[in-house]
């Protein structure tokens, strides 16, 4: 197979691949977190689930929500609303020769913001730390984005 | 660091490049909006963020759903749901030697579309407003899913 | 405009293009599915949709949530928490020049488990079914995570 000179010589490029694995890794460890507290709390979304805790009509009783499972799942949303973001303009970003430190802060302050992102929310800390921690991730992205359009507006 | 002739000598690649950053900061907006709704009506979904709002006991009245609040969530899932696949098929048509106009103008008619989507689903515009943008970007990436199955399946 | 020999002749990422684009196009699918739903048991989201089940206050009625729509909204959002971020590591894994072989039963295992997840939700099918097709999925993107990171840590 032919190799990629290109892409396989692209630092920032190396760099996004191991920050971006990491940051959606840990977003996917969300849904075995949400799995975990709807097992201990027996708290079901499908009737199918819920007979893992009760049989029959006993089952029905778990189908509920708890606010802890509530947590998580908004948790991984967020999840979802920021870092699927982050991966987009940022694969982006990587690809259009930035400054290789620039580039590297960048991913480097998203990933850290957004796995405290993670602890404050599931924990929870008070207020303004995952708010705070959320408008890092935020300000990343947009700041990559501009980057982008800054440069290179082709419409 | 080396140069990209590959990718940035293609135009197809830089269109979307604008397009896709433009609309993916679209998205993002919606978590603004969010954010400026559940704190302009006191509607919010964590304890620890109720606090904004009212001290101790108090508090609790404003962990509760809004309307407002409720209609941006699904905008902004619905934007997930659609502009997400967007961005993924699209890279993969834009770096499949797509012919450059019809390409180009995937892209703006999706970012239009979605645009206006948005407009519909916040101010409310009534209906089929919403349902006929909904319906143009989800053609959009279909049309270039196709593109790419069409020419190419290695399965 | 230029031809991407790179890209072009590397049957990973030709692979990576079918196989992700099905599992996209599926995911989409969701949403025909939703509004079937949504009109055929008459159960919206939001006031102007309901008008077409009613008129005035007859259509406030059908501003309700509904069993069957509601599990496909599930179904849906769980193909967003896990076929995106297959499609974010496995496009970042098939460029990183892995064995050709071990990453096309990637891509299929996959694309199987995804569509067999999607037929147990809907139908529903008793578990383990969901679960199992869930875990192989989830399985699936993380051994391409592991195998990114395991060779090309970059931090």
């Known amino acids: 197979m032919a190799e990629f000179p ?3 010589d692209n630092q920032t490029f190396l760099a996004f691949i191991s920050y971006s694995t990491i940051v959606i890794s840990k977003m996917m460890l969300m849904s075995i977190i949400t799995s975990f507290f709807r097992i201990t709390r027996k708290a079901y979304a499908n009737p199918e689930d819920a007979l893992a805790s009760g049989k029959g009509e006993n089952a029905k009783k778990f189908l509920r929500t708890d606010d802890r499972v509530e947590r ?3 948790a991984h949303l967020n999840d979802l609303e920021n870092i ?4 987009c303009i940022g694969l982006l970003y990587s690809l259009s020769n930035p400054d290789f430190s620039t580039a590297v802060w960048h991913f480097r302050l998203f990933v850290a913001a957004r796995i405290f992102h993670s602890i404050a929310y599931l924990t929870p800390l008070p207020q303004p730390n995952r708010g705070l921690s959320w408008m890092i991730g935020y300000g990343v992205t947009f700041s990559m984005a501009y980057r982008l359009l800054k440069n290179k507006l082709y419409l």
């Open 84 to 87: 699927i973001p982050f991966f």
């Open 6 to 8: 290109q892409l396989s």
């Open 72 to 74: 998580v799942r908004r």
